[in-house]
């Protein structure tokens, strides 16, 4: 093949190369912090390395894997990210609750879709993973009587997010690694470009908002979560200032009238109007200025603990602050991460199908 005629190389070809820091002190260093603490030795030929996951549990992983499980929604987006999702054989996600997942990663579908409540462990390791990813130690014992390796990813901060990033990385080994550095790297940029602005807020300045799952029916998001950080580094505050775990932390009506947020952002679709022409919301001052909104879906939802947490800070910073953050145009910025991290090119239609946090058609 001629030099003309051999195709350029893809935005995630770069993303491999940039990633490894080929060129660079910065990635070099990082390569070789992870080398150093890792149990593999390329002299001894050992097949297997130590990794400290996220509960700071050390747990032997293979150097070399090719079939593997992901029991955490959220961690899936991780997974697709770095491997594309080949040799994921068993999921917690399933198409009909994720379907931008299965449209955008179609080796989402060569997993066997499991976990959740009451479910079989033994159909997970008949499948033979030769690890697992949770957000807990659950399955540990399970997974150890069958020799099979659980690492905890769980995060709740941005700090602890690309910590869990860069474990997984090590984990997967190839490209993984280069793009979970360039990501990370990526996230923070963004995060300081959007502090920089926000930082400077009084204040009074800052919004109060409340933000959850399903605002609906009274299920929020507090202190101790992701949530809470993005809220503040897009320069608002959060209402809900108790520290909360998981989805389900639901509080009452009358907590809501009395905290009196001005934005009331939701993570369920059509969540918006009902709040908006419920008399019981009447006097809350985010449904009196319309401030209302449902957050973006797409691979996953944008505010809960999914790689689209870059977008999801910048989306918020426009939202409480669109004077600061005019030229922000989220729509490029959809596009470019879509085309970047998840290797996918996303149409015009279906960057408004994203933002309105609905589903592909």
């Known amino acids: 093949m001629s030099a003309s005629s051999r195709p350029s190389p893809s935005r995630r070809d770069l993303l491999r190369l940039t990633g490894l820091g080929i ?3 910065a990635g070099l260093t990082s390569l070789a912090a992870c080398r ?11 097949d297997t390395q130590t990794v400290t996951d996220m509960g700071g549990t050390q747990v032997e992983v293979p150097t070399s894997i090719t079939q593997y499980a992901d029991g955490w929604y959220a961690h899936n987006e991780v997974t697709i990210m770095l491997t594309k999702a080949e040799g994921l054989v068993a999921t917690h996600c399933g198409p009909d609750r994720f379907p931008w997942m299965y449209r955008v990663c179609p080796a989402m579908s060569n997993a066997t879709v499991s976990f959740g409540d009451d479910f079989n462990f033994e159909d997970v390791s008949n499948l033979n993973p030769q690890v697992i990813f949770d957000s807990s130690d659950d399955l540990r014992g399970k997974a150890g009587e069958v020799g099979i390796p659980l690492v905890n990813c769980l995060f709740h901060t941005y700090e602890e997010m690309k910590q869990s990033i860069t474990l997984t990385a090590r984990v997967y080994g190839g490209d993984a690694p280069g793009i979970a550095e360039t990501y990370n790297a990526e996230l923070d940029r963004v995060v300081a470009a959007v502090t920089e602005k926000t930082d400077a807020l009084t204040d009074d300045q800052r919004p109060t908002v409340i933000h959850g799952p399903s605002v609906y029916q009274l299920k929020l998001d507090g202190t101790g ?3 809470d950080t993005w809220i503040n580094a897009a320069g608002g505050k959060n209402a809900v ?11 009452d009506m009358e907590q809501i009238i009395a905290w009196n947020p001005d934005v009331i952002i939701t993570g ?13 919301w009447a006097g809350v001052k985010a449904v009196q200025d319309g401030q209302v909104h449902v957050n973006p879906k797409g691979v996953f939802g944008w505010d809960r603990y999914g790689v689209e ?10 939202l409480l602050h669109p004077d600061l953050f005019a030229e922000l145009a989220i729509e490029d910025k959809v596009k470019d991460f879509y085309s970047t991290y998840l290797d996918y090119q996303l149409t015009d239609d279906e960057v408004a199908l994203i933002l309105a946090a609905k589903n592909p058609e």
Not at 244 to 251: E, N, Q, R, V
Not at 270 to 280: A, H, W
Request: aromatic letters at 4%.
């Open 241 to 251: 200032t108790q520290e909360t775990h998981g989805a389900d932390t639901a509080f």
């Open 36 to 46: 150093s603490t890792s149990s593999s030795d390329d002299a001894t030929g050992s």
């Open 23 to 25: 060129g660079s002190a």
């Open 225 to 227: 979560t992701i949530i």
């Open 309 to 318: 947490e870059l977008l999801q800070v910048q989306w918020a910073a426009n």
């Open 268 to 280: 369920t679709l059509g969540e918006d109007e009902k709040i908006l022409s419920d008399p019981t």
